[in-house]
């Protein structure tokens, strides 16, 4: 049985931040699913400070307005809406969320939370360490199923794999079942292509970027999925951007590790089984995949914080713009020591020369650039110690080389909170029954 | 005759934790197989040098014509904990672009990969 005879599924945000004017071009597909993907890794610890700062917080703080810039096909009942906003909160974003709805008449709309990926309460369960400042697993499709089965219109997760918020659609409308794990493995290929939003439509496109129609105007994905995993995936007339074998491939393998088997909570994916062809007109077919039985553990990540960074960009011009750079941030990393601030970690970068590449660049011993701008930033326990070196920086406007030039604002010197996560594996049995959904009807 | 892999393939990578992945297009067989035999998990982590503290792994997806490369210890402890400007490792696979391969003359004289036409940008640009 299955509840429809394709399903038509957009990613309508790839991350905390992303564009919203390619959502408005995604919603004129006539979407049966929208999903908003906001968490990447980095996104929990920028909800975590914020949650630190006030606990009605924690979850990504655009929801309200993807939910009004979605509000004609939602509130119209076209387009159900799945959606990680809720970060390290989901209950307060799910009461954002009804709040926004109300207030734009969406009533009778039900806003599925979805709990229990959020383990920092429990450390012992996972043999955790106690001061942590998030402690996530990665769950499945499976309460995402669940509420679409009550009814949900919307629904927010906390950390869930970024593929299973497309994949719990796709097994709720297919009735798939969770040990079909070829029309598994083919949804979460489904999920992988379009979680990044632009990035398959054109956005990061290695080859001839700089011909992309309209670059300005991207088209952010969807995809066409038939019953039995096949799947094409296209994005929306007239827009900018394209779809195309390089592109999708491209996308294919992004963040993957091993691509012949690529891990989900509900199955372990063969992505070197995938048979991409390109139909042309931005259109690209993917024949449904392989897969076989999942991890036996939750992926985990665990966050603790780790020193403080403060950072410095010194401009200096030709000649011997990279002598003049080097020279002065020598002399930083000089001053440190001389006031006692204890470092624990250094990192310099002289752009102009290797700033990015590193070693990987070879340096002709002739060349001069025209400019060099040396960066210079350092870890510390505390911030008073990080920014009390900062302030030794000044100095070198008068008294340092030649031509120093001030290249934007470093913060003002104020100290970056760095963190530290770790990934750790967490038995199933210790997460699954405190996995909770609930429904509220607007 | 010697080229670097700008000339002739395509590439994407990412982050996860510490660790950086880059995958390596070609646009035909050919090229794929100058690649499995010249672009070793050895040479890459050579390749990247202090930057990378770790294990360099390379996986096949002969698919999609890639060649696939995580490296461990890649990103200055991983992103909320880097002190590096790109603290995701964004430019890692233009760095690895830089490497040079021999390959015959005929595939390059094939290849589709080319340079930005910068002198038509410039023109175009305000400054």
Known sequence: MVNKSSVSIGGGQGFYGDGLAPLADLLNVGLDYLIFEGLAELTLAILQKDRLRDESLGYTRDLPLYLANAQEVLIGRRTKVVTNAGGINPIAAGRVAVETLRSLGGNGLKVATVVGDDVLSRPDDFALEQDLLFANVYLGALPIVQALQSGADIVITGRVADASLFLAPLIYEFCWDFTDYDRL??????????????????????????????????????????????????????????????????????????????????????????????????????????GGPPPTTYKGLACKPNGFSCEVKLGYAWPDAEAK??????????????????????????????????????????????????????????????????????????SGPPGFASIGRARDGKPTQLLKVTQFAANRSKVDPYVKIEITEV | MEIALRELYGVRCGDKGDISDISLFADSEKAYECLVEQVTSERVKKHFGSM????????????????????????????????????????????LLRMKIDVPEEILAGSKRAKAPIEEIRATSSK
């Not at chain 1, 390089?246 to 994916?269: A, G, I, K």
């Not at chain 1, 001389?338 to 290797?354: C, D, K, P, R, S």
Request: hydrophobic fraction near 35%; glycine fraction near 12%; include cysteine.
């Open chain 2, 52 to 95: 990378v503290s770790g294990h360099v792994e390379r996986y096949l997806a002969p698919n999609v014509l890639a060649v696939k490369f995580v490296m461990y210890g890649a990103l200055g402890g991983g992103a909320p904990s880097s002190l590096r400007s790109d603290n995701l490792g964004k430019t890692n696979g233009a760095s």
């Open chain 1, 185 to 290: 493995a083919s949804g979460v290929v489904v999920g992988h292509l379009l979680e990044c939003s632009g990035q398959v439509a054109g956005g990061n496109y290695s080859g001839a970027w700089w011909e992309n129609k309209n670059p300005d105007r991207i088209g952010f994905p969807y995809c066409d999925v038939e019953p039995n995993g096949q799947a094409i995936i296209s994005k929306p007339k007239d827009t900018g951007g394209r779809v195309t074998f390089d592109t999708v491939r491209e996308q294919l393998l992004y963040e993957v590790h091993d691509p012949s088997s690529y891990l989900n909570p509900d199955v372990t994916c063969d992505f070197t089984s995938v048979t991409l062809e390109d139909l042309g007109e931005d259109r690209v077919l993917i024949e449904p995949s392989l």
């Open chain 1, 325 to 398: 750079a080097r020279i002065a941030i020598r002399y930083i990393k000089n001053r440190a020591q001389a006031i006692g601030v204890e470092v624990l970690e250094w990192w310099e970068e002289y752009f102009g020369v290797n700033g990015y590449g590193g070693p990987t660049v070879e340096i002709d011993p002739l060349y001069e650039p025209p400019e060099v701008i040396g960066r210079l930033a350092w870890r510390c326990a505390q911030p008073a110690q990080a920014q009390a070196l900062f302030r030794e920086v000044g100095v070198l406007g008068l």
